[in-house]
């Protein structure tokens, strides 16, 4: 049974509080699994054309109400804040959105800590500030289906004036949903209350859906500011995308240079992650990877910290435990579901081999897309950057950074929290490497026949 076969199999329609007709599938519903796709972005020379092709786009993209139909592929569109300006949206409207979008991904690299190799200036030019206007994310169910999906918006773009394709990138993980360094992927995924789709074992409730979703109530009890009129906001978010260059030569030369036998490779490895490859959590498997635990979404995520404080088990700077603490004591006190993300991040490149060197890490030709959703996702990307990724004082680890996604601009250090005395491993490198991103929107179905309509006057 597929991932999409059982997600069907947990939606119940009578528990449906939002408008699924009017919010893009790409949202709520999972990739498929395994999956392929492209990212395309597109610059708009002249506002017409770019609404013209706005319009003619619209009826492709799927809602979330249509998810269930035997979909093959789906289409999902976000716009940059240059995008919306060079669509003529007027500054009185501009005005109402973030801050943090209004100046773009590039200039808050302050914010991101995005420095050294991560800085702009290093960014591919389709990610230089101003250029990518529009955002176009096609999943698939296979190669078949997506070259299907790519002639469909082939023949919409050929038929526009006015728009220019700056690139357009394939990804997949075709023997599953494992990323470049050969993890499963995406497992932790937050309910979002009224979607249909009830809480996995391990998710606890729901999360509001005003966290994700404009227009709706939020964990504080409020809906949270959104974008003016309610015509062009309501039933849209906030999406960050960030590609990264993935270092799998380099990683594998750590594990190799802090163990003796695969088994060591692999337990550090595990380590770092807080899962095994399979996606098998340390804190049900500590000892050794359980492919039938990892593949098991009943089982896979029904976990807390509660009894690994000192993260024996799970270091408490492990990758998995910095991106969602979940119950875990924190020095730094932060209410963890404000800050909880929806995940559509996408690998691309050859699937992962511990044969990779370090000199194979040259060609830049594996990576991935970190791709995330939440309508509080300004603050929570920055807030992420500096404190959970970028830093260790929330778990009492000083400057210590993720071992995984941390930047490393001197060779970093990793603590294994053991008895009698923890253990420190040196020389932890930045093993992504920034290439890109951009601040979008994802507007509503209704706001982007708006936005090619040019309601505003």
Not at 190 to 200: I, R, Y
Not at 283 to 301: F, I, K, M, V, Y
């Amino acid at each position: 049974m597929t991932l999409l076969q059982k997600l069907k199999q947990r939606f119940r329609r009578d528990s449906v509080t939002l408008d699924l007709h009017d919010i893009q599938a790409l949202i709520l519903r999972s990739r498929p699994e395994p999956y392929v796709g492209v990212h395309a972005m597109l610059h708009f020379n002249e506002a017409d054309g770019a609404r013209a092709l706005l319009g003619r786009l619209a009826p492709h993209i799927a809602s979330a109400d249509n998810w269930s139909e035997d979909l093959d592929f789906w289409i999902g569109a976000a716009l940059s804040f240059e995008g919306l300006k060079a669509l003529g949206v007027p500054e009185a409207q501009l005005k109402t959105f973030p801050l943090p979008f209004q100046q773009g991904m590039a200039a808050r690299s302050e914010q991101l800590r995005d420095f050294g190799p991560n800085a702009p200036e290093n960014w591919d030019e389709v990610f230089k500030a101003g250029n990518c206007h529009l955002a176009l994310t096609i999943y698939a169910v296979d190669d078949t289906a997506l070259d299907k999906a790519l002639a469909t918006a082939r023949a919409e773009l050929d038929k526009s004036s006015g728009v220019t394709l700056l690139g357009e990138h394939r990804f997949g993980a075709p023997d599953g949903a494992k990323n470049p360094f050969g993890f499963r992927d995406s497992i932790s995924q937050p309910a979002v209350d009224g979607s249909g789709v009830d809480p996995l074992p391990g998710e606890e409730r729901a999360i509001k859906a005003g966290e994700f979703l404009l227009g709706y109530e939020s964990e504080n009890g409020q809906a949270l500011g959104m974008p003016e009129p309610a015509a062009l906001g309501k039933n849209g978010t906030f999406v960050v995308l960030r590609k990264y260059n993935s270092r799998v030569g380099c990683f594998n030369a750590f594990l190799k240079a802090h163990g003796e036998t695969p088994d060591e490779h692999e337990h550090l490895a595990a380590k770092m992650f807080g899962r095994w490859r399979s996606g098998a959590p340390l804190t049900l498997s500590p000892d050794h990877d359980d492919p039938e635990l990892g593949a098991d979404p009943q089982r896979n995520n029904d976990f807390d910290f509660k009894d690994d404080p000192k993260g024996r088990v799970v270091p408490l700077g492990c990758h998995m435990r910095r991106l969602n603490p979940r119950d875990s004591e924190l020095t730094l006190l932060t209410d963890v579901n404000i800050h909880r993300i929806i995940r559509r991040s996408s690998t691309f490149g050859p699937v992962y081999s511990e044969d990779v060197a370090p000199e194979d890490d040259a060609k830049g030709d594996r990576g991935l897309f970190f791709i995330f959703i939440s309508a509080r996702a300004y603050d929570t990307i920055e807030f992420m950057q500096q404190e959970w990724i970028n830093r260790g004082n929330f778990v009492d680890l000083g400057e210590e950074r993720d071992p995984i996604v941390g930047l490393h601009e001197d060779d970093g250090r990793f603590t294994i929290p053991q008895a009698p005395a923890r253990k420190r491993i040196d020389g932890i490198q930045t093993f992504n490497v920034m290439k890109g991103g951009e601040y979008l929107f994802m507007p509503s179905l209704s706001a982007i026949q708006w936005l090619a309509a040019g309601s505003w006057g």
